[in-house]
């Protein structure tokens, strides 16, 4: 029956956040190795880069395994895979053989991986956890991603003055044997079968499409996930591309500056995640989605855009992460709501992929555009310096901090676009026809 196994979600959940904290930490500390190695924007951009791609091909396949397999293992052998791509990156450290192309390799292992943990987790969590409480399991998954990412900086910056690269990768490895034996003591009951309405389980190809047919069919939900991926094209072109360059390059290559602003951005999400988790979101989570994702862009951005130094940069990472939870708790929970618990492997691997798959993108043209126009655009004596500079300043860092002033403006519109279509208003009236 479905929603009485709070209990397994919670175990499963505690093991990820202790894993998440040990993958957080390693990625912090790859991303100064990378830097340091190439001093370049592009060369940071291509880790996210790296990983988002392989998720983005595998997920609709991966999906369909969700559905045809336990879930519960399924996520076991997801998190053991990534494991062994973290270990296999120590071996290559320890041995004086490790070369930026390796990160990338991992990397796009970790994403595939991801693939199938994450639509395994969130069909699980439909299994375990009460239609009402949909939000704040949502608002606890979010303490388990955003709040490693306050956690690790700072805990990865002491680590690596005690153990280096090498100790952390291994204090990565015992965290992901925390979560694997969370996953071998929980239990997750099977999905129901023979909904009516649903595509009729047949071959791969023929499930695949139907999980498609699914999304397509429903305009309010295809509405919602077009507007999500626009979202996360223009968070990826910044937020998550080059912010690490610029306040490198703006910080005179500070650690402790890059720490401060990432563990702002985690610890952001730790407290919007445990207000998440308590309050559950808004009545109506559409608002939660589009009128949340407009004042997170317009504030988190331009702060990020006119700051020229770490206590302002750290006020954009905190205000502009604060309310990510609730975007994501509040759209998980109206797909949760709105797809039938035994097809939600396949739709919700579609939905991962399309949602993300404008993110590699970001990635790309993101650390290219930085190193290759906006930066020499905006160094003294650069054609926009005197159009922007005023604002944005100039020299290192400015021409990304320009383009914080794009999204800023960008992401917001593209936020608010939704409330234009009655679908997405009305996507979560069961009366509607989503």
Avoid at 20 to 36: C, D, H
Avoid at 48 to 75: C, I, K, N, Q, T
Avoid at 96 to 103: D, N, S, T, Y
Avoid at 133 to 148: D, N
């Amino acid at each position: 029956m479905r929603g009485t196994g709070f209990g397994s979600f919670l175990v499963i959940w505690g093991g990820q956040v202790v894993s998440q904290t040990g993958t957080a930490m390693t990625r912090f500390a790859l991303l100064i190795w990378v830097y340091e190695q190439t001093g370049r924007a592009a060369s940071v951009a291509l880790l996210g880069f790296s990983s988002f791609v392989p998720f983005v091909v595998v997920s609709p396949l991966a999906g369909v395994w969700v559905d045809r397999l336990d879930r519960r293992r399924v996520m076991f052998w997801a998190d053991l895979g990534a494991g062994l791509a973290t270990a296999t990156l120590l071996v290559l450290f320890t041995t004086g053989r490790l070369a930026v192309w390796h990160l990338y390799a991992a990397e796009a292992v970790a994403g595939a991986c991801e693939a199938f943990q994450v639509p395994a987790f969130t069909a699980a969590t439909t299994m375990l956890v009460p239609a009402r409480h949909y939000g704040r399991a949502s608002g606890l998954r979010s303490i388990a991603t955003l709040g490693s990412d306050g956690v690790a900086p700072f805990a990865a910056g002491v680590a690596l003055a005690w153990v280096g690269v090498a100790g952390i990768m291994l204090i990565d490895l015992a965290t992901l044997l925390v979560a694997l034996a969370a996953l071998l003591a929980a239990r997750v009951p099977s999905p129901p079968t023979g909904e009516p309405g649903l595509p009729s389980p047949s071959h791969f190809r023929a499930e695949l499409a139907g999980g498609a047919r699914y999304i397509v069919e429903r305009p309010g939900l295809l509405g919602l996930l077009l507007i999500h991926s626009g979202m996360n094209l223009f968070a990826a072109l910044t937020y998550y591309a080059v912010l690490p360059a610029m306040v490198l390059a703006r910080s005179g290559h500070s650690a402790l500056a890059l720490a401060s602003v990432q563990s702002a951005n985690g610890l952001a999400g730790l407290a919007g995640g445990i207000v998440m988790s308590i309050w559950g979101g808004p009545r109506r989570k559409i608002h939660g989605v589009l009128a949340a994702a407009a004042v997170s862009f317009l504030i988190g951005d331009l702060l990020f855009a006119v700051g020229r130094s770490v206590a302002v940069w750290v006020a954009g990472a905190f205000l502009g992460s604060l309310l990510v939870p609730v975007i994501v708790g509040c759209n998980l929970a109206i797909w949760q709501a709105r797809v039938a618990p035994a097809i939600q492997g396949r739709v919700f691997g579609i939905v991962g992929a399309a949602r993300v798959a404008t993110m590699p993108v970001g990635y790309l043209v993101g650390g290219f555009v930085a190193d290759l126009w906006m930066e020499p655009s905006m160094a003294a004596g650069g054609w926009l310096a005197p159009r922007l500079g005023w604002l944005v300043g100039v020299g290192p860092g400015a021409g990304i901090a320009a383009m914080f002033l794009a999204t800023a403006v960008l992401g917001s519109a593209m936020s608010l676009v939704g409330y234009l279509f009655a679908s997405v208003r009305s996507v979560e009236d069961p009366r509607a026809s989503c």
